[in-house]
């Protein structure tokens, strides 16, 4: 956690000032009407996420700080446990979890998000976690870049039974990428890819599945879809399956992704309206120590 919050910040200044500098190209969203008129526009709708809880240090406060700069979704792990959330590396073999889930200051993370209108993001995270999370969460999440178990067995994969909670939540299941989640291997295929969406389709549902390639955090792609301009191969693969129709496939481009952030935003107002406060208590000092190992930078 050595200067997580710090570096978060950074990136959201790197952020604003790219928005800033190429106005014609991007646009900084924080709402789904947002989304909506940069894509009426043409324009890319810059949405910010925060990929990992160690960024908030321990602190609801950080927590609504990045929400006032722009934060819209927050990956409660990334590749490493927080004190109060165990990521998908305490599945493995040889691992122990550090907390078995989320810790009861990890519930309050949750619902302080939900009270913001924050996306809760569960890739990253250990199964235990995803559970604790779908049954605490009071709006949808979100898997912004996973795949399915059933076809590739590594541990930042989401099981079936945790798909089909998913979709009594009424959230949304991004396929990543990358080889080593779609194929367990150093490399996929365009059709890995497509088995992966078919197999969420049928768990979930349709409206339960999106993409969230991550390729800004890949150095391997799959054969066929190299980068963003690939997409429309992706699109058509699924089209001449006779199984998507044009209407599906605005789901998985982007539909279904607005109609969960919408659903956060509902929630959002409705808490504000029933008078709730922001949660304000703080993380036990005894819970903080040994149950971290993130360092950043390489240090």
């Known amino acids: 956690h050595l200067d997580a919050v710090q570096l978060a910040l950074e990136q959201i200044d790197v952020i604003r000032r790219l928005v800033a500098k190429y106005p014609t190209y991007m646009t900084l969203v924080t709402t789904t009407e947002g989304i909506e008129k940069a894509h009426e526009s043409g324009l890319l709708a810059s949405l910010i996420g925060v990929e990992g809880g160690h960024a908030i240090g321990t602190s609801l406060g950080v927590l609504r700080m990045l ?23 305490a599945d493995e073999p040889g691992h122990l979890p550090h907390i078995g889930g989320l810790s009861p200051f990890g519930t309050l993370v949750v619902r302080e998000m939900n009270r913001l209108g924050m996306m809760v993001d569960l890739s990253h995270v250990s199964v235990p976690t995803m559970l604790d999370a779908l ?7 979100i898997f912004s870049h996973s795949s399915a178990h059933a076809l590739c067995n590594s541990s930042r994969n989401v099981p079936d039974h945790v798909l089909r909670l998913l979709a009594e939540n009424g959230g949304l299941m991004m396929v990543a990428f990358y080889p080593h989640f779609i194929s367990c291997s150093e490399s996929a295929t365009l059709q890995d890819v497509v088995a992966h969406i078919n ?23 799959p054969l066929g879809l ?19 129709t044009e209407a599906d496939l605005q789901k998985l481009v982007g539909r279904n992704l607005i109609r969960v952030f919408r659903k956060v935003e509902e929630v959002r107002d409705r808490l504000l309206a029933s008078g709730e406060e922001p949660i304000d208590e703080r993380i036990p000092v005894q819970d903080v120590y040994g149950r971290t190992y993130c360092r950043y930078p390489d240090t």
């Open 135 to 141: 049954r605490m969460s009071r709006a949808p999440v």
């Open 199 to 221: 197999h969420i389709r049928d768990v979930a549902g349709v409206d339960h599945v999106g993409i969230g390639a991550g390729y800004d955090g890949i150095n391997i792609t």
């Open 226 to 244: 190299e980068d963003v301009s690939r997409y429309p191969y992706l699109l058509a693969e699924l089209l001449g399956s006779g199984r998507w």
């Open 67 to 89: 929400y006032q700069l722009g934060a819209r979704y927050l990956t409660l792990t990334h590749t490493c446990n927080t004190p109060w959330a165990d990521c998908s590396i």
